[in-house]
């Protein structure tokens, strides 16, 4: 019987095994000669993996790159605007349509009443108006004063005969919300937080609006006009408050703008005054005053 040859297919696998064993914990210096091979034997190898690889993209060719036109891109640039623009009116309408309804309740609910301005002695500060008209008219604290369209002020105290208004500018009013539409933010517009100071003036900070491709901060010019848009006083939105005189930026947010307003109507020189009454707000307790 003949004897096996000394290197067997079972033995050169078996030493094989053996070989990577010991070589997983063999030290890296060891290892060099192997990883020299192996790099030669990756050199040869690659103009043969070059040219299997270009046989097969001749043999199943893939798809190219879709080259895109310059004008076919801005045409989906554009595309892309227009959807982004078509969400926006659909919320700006949305806005509108809410405004329109308060509006609406507010012109069902007000009830305009004229009243002739006397002089008051007993005025210390000067710029409160007096009217010959009190709570037996249906005059309500918080009824607001106007002149034509634009806003005076606000009832703060009653009698059954009369009552008197403070400005929006007395520095004892209360702050109140406006809002101004300039040209690079015409259809939000701006609102601000006005608050009255000495000289018969309001001022305060607005809310950060952006406006444009480059979402620079939307800025009210001086002379633009601000209109009433305080939530506390929706049936009366949309009275003119005054006009923009002075701009500046606020020191601890640099991107808020800050503007001073002038009110539309000087209370010293008023003669008369039309009455905006709610009629469906509650009652409210009046101020007791001294008859004269």
Known sequence: MASKG????????SLTILACIVGSFAPTRFLEPADR???????LAAPIGAVVGLVGRWLGPGDPAEAVDPTDARILDLERLVRLQDLRIEELLAEIES???TARAGL???????????????????SVISVRRGSADGVTLGS???SGQSLIGRVTALDPRF????????????P???IAYPEDAPETGVRFDLT?????????PGRYVTSGPELEPALVPIGTEVFLSDPAMSPHWGLKVGRVVETSRDPDSPLRQVIAVQPDVDPKLVASVILRIPEDDPPQPAVVEPTR
Request: some cysteine; glycine content about 10%; proline content about 5%.
């Open 196 to 204: 009255p100071e000495s000289g018969g003036m309001l001022r305060g």
């Open 176 to 178: 109140i919300e406006v």
């Open 108 to 126: 069902d609910r007000v009830r305009l009443l004229r009243g002739r301005v006397f002089a008051d002695s007993l005025d210390p500060r000067g």
């Open 163 to 174: 009552c008197r208004i403070t400005p929006i500018g007395d520095r004892n009013a209360a």
């Open 99 to 101: 405004y329109e309804r």
């Open 6 to 13: 000394l290197i067997t297919a079972n033995r050169l696998l």
């Open 144 to 146: 607001v004063a106007v």
């Open 37 to 43: 091979v192996a790099r030669v034997a990756e050199r």
